[in-house]
């Protein structure tokens, strides 16, 4: 498989999943405001945080009010979170290697972008918007499935597996990471009460509250929540979970053992964490070093595999 | 409401689908009962049916403009056909095949013993002028002595019903995925009509493109390592590249997926390492393809690879060089050259060509701007063209300067009255003009397409049928008559 084409079917699949995910964090925040006290509500400003990009977010915009952050997060074509700015960037990819990819897979990664972009006016009204979010998520479970089932177990696969996999543990810490971001102060005594409504709004936003309850069997509570989303072995957008998918998919590559290195630390550092024991502060930034740690994953796959480490290591070399 | 063929009226021009004002060809006559027997609402619902497939399938072709950059549009497809009888059809892929073995014979030539110089039949200047002759290449022998493999030549039909050669592409053709998703757009448009004629096929033409590309391989292997290199995903046929790559089972690439070796070998950067790359369907022009050989400053390109190509490392397809046979001065001496290397009379006509180059020529193209089309030798998509019936008298006398001073540069020819095909204009069907570009393959043996791409100019009136221009497209049918 062409370096070239590898990086691409990988970052294809990271936007993809980056698109769904960003639908499942406004929901969650959402929801979360439906829920809370509305004197103690904090609003959507944390979630311009969650994304990490205050600073861009700021010079377009002088105000945190649900409006402008929502064209921010959906519609916005110069933010580089926005789900149409996603979506854009998985069909270009798409396209880039629309040879390789099932010509279904490609028409749906298509039509998808054509339907985010035509129904933008329905997302921004309050009533349309959950509406779009769903079907923006459902339509990427759709291409999720497709590939799945049409997909040669090829090297291709993997790199899709490997992009779809770091996006997705990335952004469920993210999620999380709204709750925390929700609630300053654990002891707020007028909080309490909603606390498990809370987390229960959380399981959903990732369609995990099923799931939990047949892994769990217990009642909705903070530490088992938390356990769940970031430590379970079987629910497939837990943390721990996607970041075995990739050390599976990365032993079937090549040369892989310095990717395999990477993943191990970050494998090692969520099955090593005392969750149970962490407060509102140390979640996180215990979620701040998991996202660096999948980013030195993607350091490690960009020089092992694609095309762009490739060169910058030729040029390195020809410099020296 | 429905549609009524009594107020359609070709005029003047020859018309593929109506012999005169409502009455339709023998061939045709399905067709046109069809159309009159579905309701307005039903035509228009099919229509939408065509626009829908062509924007979820993705079929797109890419516009560059100064303000936008460049945008990926949907390809314009009408869904009223093209259809020509089978019969009709054989003479003419008979006269493209004598065509374009001659010109293959013609380049192989010129890179070797000049012979049809020496013998006086093509002029020396004209080469010593050409714009696509690479110097680089003389000596170079390429398999099977075939330098244009993929050719593609445009055909137009008079008023009189006469079919002409307006000109052959042998550098980069493009198109010819373009004709095969009509067909399957149409297949989902009109199955009715697909039971009730008997049209020829056009889906085999992606495995005959690999197997003639296989062919060339340097390396005697059961996988011959067969790539398609394109200059990537802003070039305006980036399409098709995809799709023909796709079709093929091979691997797309672009210039920096490949690396010369110091052995001379053609790689290309895999997950795994470097790995050999046998054949090369290039469809980057010459000049951008290896910047050790050409433009230094290509980004498109890969250095060494002509180094590769002459030592017989890797096929390129077409052959560097090759367009040195397309020019549209070089057009003019086909009759000659098929005479000059195969004995035999041209089966499919030239339109009538002045050659600028000679005085007694130039001076009837001078003395007739207005009634002649004005053409660059070697500029193609219609571009930097004057049709003279339409053209400003300012633009008249800018081309007069521009034939003077570069005569070699220019050919002239007739306006022709290009044949019509009824086609869906807002709520009605109105005659517009048509092309047709069939694509011939040349390996162990040369193949046509079934029919081709049949290009439609939109605007009333208008003879500029390329898609950069306002130009859509049509199906094309070859049909068997008394099926």
Redesign the interface.
């Known amino acids: ?6 990086e691409t079917l990988y970052w294809m699949a990271r936007y993809m999943e980056r698109a769904e995910n960003m639908a499942r964090l406004i929901n969650v925040n959402a929801n979360l405001i439906l829920d809370i006290p509305k004197k103690t509500v904090l609003g959507w400003e944390p979630l311009i945080d969650i994304t990490g990009t205050r600073d861009i977010y700021v010079k377009r915009n002088d105000n945190f009010e649900e409006r402008t952050v929502m064209k921010y997060l959906i519609s916005d074509p110069e933010s580089p979170v926005s789900i149409a700015n996603s979506l854009k960037w998985a069909r ?1 990819n798409a ?6 990819i099932p ?1 279904e897979a ?2 749906q990664i ?2 998808l972008n ?1 339907y985010a972009k035509d129904q933008l006016n329905v997302a921004m009204s309050k009533r349309g918007r959950f509406s779009y979010l769903n079907e923006v998520i459902l339509r990427n479970q759709t291409i999720v499935g497709l590939l799945s089932g049409t997909v040669n177990r090829d ?1 291709g696969y993997l790199f899709i597996r490997m992009g779809r996999n770091i996006e997705r543990s990335d952004m469920t810490s993210r999620i999380i990471d709204v709750r925390s971001a929700n609630l300053l102060t654990e002891e707020s005594m007028e909080l309490r009460p909603f606390e498990n409504i809370q987390w229960m709004s959380v399981l959903k936003s990732l369609t995990a509250y099923q799931m939990y309850r047949q892994a769990m069997q217990a009642r909705i509570r903070r530490s088992d929540v938390v356990k769940f989303l970031f430590q379970s072995q079987r629910f497939p957008r837990s943390i721990l979970f996607c970041v075995q998918q990739m050390e599976r998919c990365v032993q079937e ?2 040369d892989y053992e310095n990717t395999l290195r990477r993943i191990h630390q970050a494998k090692r550092l969520i099955q090593g964490a005392e969750l149970q024991a962490y407060d509102q502060v140390m979640l996180h930034d215990f979620i701040d070093h998991i996202q660096i740690e999948m980013n030195h994953i993607h350091e490690a796959l960009n020089e092992q ?1 694609f ?1 762009t480490g ?2 910058s290591a030729q040029q390195q070399q020809q410099a020296s | 409401m429905s549609l009524s063929w009594n107020e359609y009226d070709p005029g003047k021009f020859f018309d593929e689908l109506m012999q005169s004002k409502g009455k339709p060809r023998k061939y045709a006559k399905n067709l046109a009962k069809f159309l009159v027997d579905h309701s307005d609402q039903e035509l228009e619902t099919r229509k939408a049916v065509a626009e829908l497939s062509i924007k979820e399938m993705g079929i797109t072709f890419t516009v560059y403009t100064e303000e936008e950059g460049s945008i990926d549009r949907s390809w314009p497809l009408d869904i009223l056909p093209r259809m020509i009888p089978k019969s009709e059809w054989d003479p003419i892929e008979q006269g493209l095949k004598q065509r374009v073995h001659a010109l293959n014979l013609f380049i192989d030539d010129i890179y070797h013993d000049q012979k049809i110089i020496k013998d006086k039949i093509f002029p020396a200047e004209l080469l010593a002028n050409s714009v696509n002759f690479r110097k680089e290449c003389v000596g170079i022998s390429p398999p099977r002595n075939i330098w244009a493999h993929i050719c593609g030549s445009d055909l137009v039909r008079d008023s009189d019903g006469t079919m002409y050669v307006l000109e052959d592409n042998l550098r980069v053709p493009s198109g010819v995925s373009y004709m095969l998703e009509n067909r399957s757009v149409m297949k989902r448009v009109f199955p009715e009509l697909f039971e009730s004629y008997n049209i020829q096929p056009v889906d085999d033409y992606c495995s005959q493109l690999f197997d003639m590309l296989a062919s060339l391989s340097p390396r005697p292997a059961d996988y011959p390592e067969v790539v398609v290199l394109t200059p990537g995903i802003f070039n305006s046929a980036y399409f098709e590249h995809a799709y023909l790559a796709q079709q093929m089972g091979c691997e797309l690439v672009e210039g920096r997926d490949l690396v010369v070796s110091d052995d001379d070998c053609v790689y290309m950067r895999t997950v795994e390492g470097l790995q050999r790359v046998d054949v090369i369907y290039r469809r980057i022009d010459d000049l951008f393809l290896d910047p050790e050989a050409f433009d230094k400053k290509s980004m498109l390109g890969v250095p060494g690879l002509l180094r590769a190509w002459k030592k017989g490392n890797v096929a390129l397809a077409n052959a560097p060089g090759a367009g040195v046979a397309d020019d549209k001065v070089v057009y003019a001496f086909v009759p000659e050259i098929i005479k000059y290397y195969l004995g035999e009379d041209v089966l499919l006509p030239n339109v009538p060509t002045y050659r600028c180059m000679y005085q007694d020529e130039q001076d009837y193209v001078l003395n007739n701007l207005a009634d002649l089309v004005v053409k660059p030798a070697n500029e193609s998509g219609g571009y930097g063209m004057m049709i003279g019936p339409v053209a400003s008298k300012k633009e008249r006398e800018k081309f007069a300067q521009l034939i003077k001073k570069d005569p070699r540069n220019y050919i002239a020819q007739p306006t022709l009255g290009l044949s019509t095909v009824p086609t869906f204009i807002d709520h009605g069907v109105e005659p517009r003009h048509v092309d047709l570009r069939p694509f011939i393959l040349s390996g162990d043996s040369i193949s046509v397409t079934m029919g081709g791409l049949t290009r439609v100019a939109l605007r009333k009136g208008s003879l500029v049928v390329n898609s950069s221009q306002g130009g859509g497209s049509k199906d094309t049918w070859i049909v068997e008559e008394d099926a």
């Open positions: 498989m062409l370096a070239r084409v590898a270009e396209r880039t290697v629309r040879d390789v010509r490609w028409e298509n039509a054509h090297q590559l090549p595999y095309l490739r060169i």
